[in-house]
């Protein structure tokens, strides 16, 4: 569910999201994907011990 509130909400992975539907991907393989970027900046926060910071993409 974080995955695909993430596609709805967050301009970055939206971004990301729309340009693998043109290459033809199929939407459960994106959707995996999506979930293993969160994963990594999850553990990357706990790794460092900081909060996540958002930047906003134009």
């Given amino acids: 569910m ?3 509130s ?3 909400n967050n301009t970055e992975i939206k971004l ?3 340009r693998k539907v ?3 991907k199929n939407k459960k393989i994106i959707i995996n994907a999506i ?3 969160i994963l990594h900046r999850i553990y990357a926060c706990v790794r ?3 909060m996540y910071e958002y930047k906003q993409v134009a």
């Fill in 16 to 18: 990301y999201y729309d």
């Fill in 6 to 8: 993430s596609i709805k």
């Fill in 35 to 37: 979930r293993n970027k």
């Fill in 2 to 4: 974080c995955a695909i």
């Fill in 22 to 24: 043109k290459e033809g």
């Fill in 48 to 50: 460092d011990q900081r």
